[in-house]
C-alpha cells in the first residue's frame, strides 16, 4: 500500500509539514478520502496509529466544500473530559493554518466551565458556524437540552455535515463490569439521544482502537441505503502495536507492592517513562503515600545507575479537571531522568503521551478492552514500548491462557526480573529470602481443603472412644497421622508466608502504618476496596473472591492488622500476622489532628467513665429500691402477725381447749 497524502486544502499541508507528517499513517491513508467523498465510516485501527488527523483532516476538508458555514458543522464526541481537551487542541492548532474558515472550536465539558460564555453565546445564537467537540454528559443535559427547550435545535443544525464518535465502543457500549455499569449505561443511553436529534442526512465516523460489535455500527451508521465503509486496519495476528513487546511478571500479593518498586527502580535506572495502571483511586492514594515516603523511596533510587532518582506522579477519576490536566501536561513533557505515572483508566484511552516507553499494569483490568488502550499508551506512531503486567500465581495460567485465546496477545516472561528489586541504601538488591512458588501456592489451597477435614476426623474419631465406642487402634493412629502430617506442612508453609513479613520493604512500610494514622486509615480503605473490587471483573471465573490471597495482600501492603469486617470473605483461608500493638492508639502526625483526636479520645474516656458511674449508681439505688421494699414488705408481715393474726390464733388456742374439756365432761 502506497502511502501518500491525498490532495487536501493547502493550510492543512502546511500544517503537516509542519508537524513533519511527510506521509500519512495507514488509517489516515484509508480513511481520508473516504470521508472527503461523503462516506461514513467504521474505522477499528491500532492505538497511537493517528485517528485524531484520520477523523479532524477530512472535516477540514468537508467544510472548506460547504458554500455557507452556518450552525452546528460537526460534532466531535469522546468520553473523559482529558480526551476532549486533547482533541479540541489539536482541532484548533488545526484550524489556525484556515483562517478563512469562520468556525469556531468550542469545547463542552462536565465540570469546566471555563468556556461557559463562549458556549452561551452560541447557544443564543446558534447559526453561527461553529465545531463542538465534548463529552456525552455536559453535551445531552446541557447544550443539546437547552437548544430543544429554546426550540433553536433546527436553526442550530441546519448546516450539520459531520458526526464524529472517538472512542465508539466506549460511547455506546458498557465494558461489562457491574460497578461501571450503571455510569457506562448512562453514557450510552446519553450518546443515542444525542445522535437521534442529529440530522439523518450526514456523514458519521465512528473510531476506536476496539470496535463495537456490528448491530452498535448499525444503529448509529444506519445498515441500509446509506454510503457507509468498515475499515479494520489491526494486524492480522493481534490487536497490538508491532512495535509494542508484551511481557509479564508472576508475583504473589505478599511482593506486589515490593516488586513495584523494584520496576520503578528498573525505569530509573534506564531512564524510562512509564505509566503504572492500578484498578482502584483508593489503591492509588495508598501508593502515593507509600512511595512517596522518605523511607520508601530510597529504594527504588537509581543511585550507581548515574542516574537522577524518578519523578512520581499520581492520577485518578477524582482529581480536580485543573490539577488532571496539570499532570497531564507535565507528564506528557520530556525531561532528564525517568519519570513515573501512577494512574487509574481515566488516563486508558486515547491520551496521546509523549514517549512512554513501558506500561506496568500493577492490576489486570477490569474491563475486556482496557487491556489493549492501557498497553497502546506506549509504542505510538511506530515507536518501541513494552508492557509489563503483573500476574499472582493462582491465576496466571488461566488470565495468560485467556489474553492468548481471546484477545491474541501473547504475553512473554520478563527477562532479568531476578534484577528488579529494590535496593537498600549500599545498593545490594533485596531480593525476597523466600520466594512463594506456584507449588507453594497450590499447597495453601490443597491444604485449606484438607486440614480441617482431617481435624475434623480425628475428633469424631476421639468422641467416640471417650463414649466407650469401640474403635479399631490401627484406624484412629492412620487418622491422627495424616492429622499431624498436614499439620506440620501447614505449619512450615505458614511459616514461610509470615518470613515475607521480614522483607525490609514491608518492615518499612509497617513502620509508618504504626506511626501515622493517616497512613494507616489511607492504607486500611485501600485494602477493603481491593477486596471488594476484586470481584468486579469481566472474568469473573479467573478471579474468584474466595480464591483470593486476603492474608497475601494485607501483608503484601505493609498492614499491621485487618479491618474488622471481613465476614464476607469468611470461606477464604487468611494467614496473616497480626501486630501486637492496640491500632486505636495510633497518632495522626499533624499536631493539630493529633490534639483534636486525644481530645476526642479523652471526651470519650469520661463519657464512658460518666456512663459508667451513672449505671452503677443507678444499679445501687435500684439495689437500695428493692431491698427496701423486702424489708417493708417483712415488716408489715411481721406486724400484721402480732396485731391481728396472734389475736385469732389465741382466740383459736382458747375456743379449742374450750372445747375439749366440755367434751371431757
Ligand atoms: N502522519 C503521521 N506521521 C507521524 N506521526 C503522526 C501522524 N499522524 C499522527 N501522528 C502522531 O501519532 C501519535 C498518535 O496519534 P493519535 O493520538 O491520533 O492516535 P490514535 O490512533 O487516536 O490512538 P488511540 O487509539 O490511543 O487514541 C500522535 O502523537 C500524532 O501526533
Partial sequence: MKLEWPELHEGTQRFLADQEFAIPTPVQNVVIPYVVNSTSVSVESETGSGKTLSFLIPLIELLHKQKTLTGLLSLIVLPTRDLAIQVHSVLVSLLAYHPDLSATPLLVLGADHSQDKAIDRWAKDPSAPAVIVGTPGRLHSDLMSRLKMEHTLPIALKGFQYLILDECDRLLTYGGVQSHKAMAMDMSQQVREIVGLLPKQRVTGMFSATAPPPDVVDLVLGSEGRTRATIRLTREDGPLPSALENKYIVVDHRYKVVRLLGLIRRAAVRGDKAIVFVNQRKMIRYLEQCLTHPSIAQFYSAKGSGRPDPTLQFIHGKFKQGERHAVIESFSQSGSGAKVLV??????????????????????????????????????????????????????????????????????????????????????????????TEDDYDLKHRLAKTVGKAIKEAKTVKRQKDKGVRVKEKEAAAVQAKVDVLVAKETALKEKHSQARNHPVMEAIRSIARSDRDFYDIQSEAFKMYLSGYTHHFLGYIFEKNKLDIGGVATGMGMIALPHRLDEYKTTYVWFVKESMNVGEIPYLDPGKEKARLEKVTEAKQRRAEQEAAKKKAEAERLKAVKTKREDRKVQRGQTMSKEDLDDLMDDYKSLKRAKKEKKR
Fill in 343 to 436: 494512574a487509574s483508566d481515566v488516563v486508558a484511552r486515547g491520551i496521546d503521551f509523549t514517549d512512554v516507553t513501558t506500561v506496568i499494569q500493577f492490576d489486570p483490568p477490569t474491563q475486556k478492552e482496557t487491556f489493549i488502550h492501557r498497553v497502546g499508551r506506549s509504542g505510538r506512531a511506530g515507536r518501541a514500548g513494552e508492557n509489563i503486567t503483573l500476574v499472582d500465581p493462582a491465576t496466571a495460567d488461566a488470565y495468560l491462557a485467556y489474553l492468548t485465546q481471546t484477545e491474541h496477545v501473547t504475553l512473554q516472561p520478563l527477562e532479568q526480573a531476578d534484577e528488579w528489586w529494590p535496593v537498600d541504601t549500599k545498593g545490594t538488591i533485596l531480593t525476597p529470602e523466600v520466594p512463594l
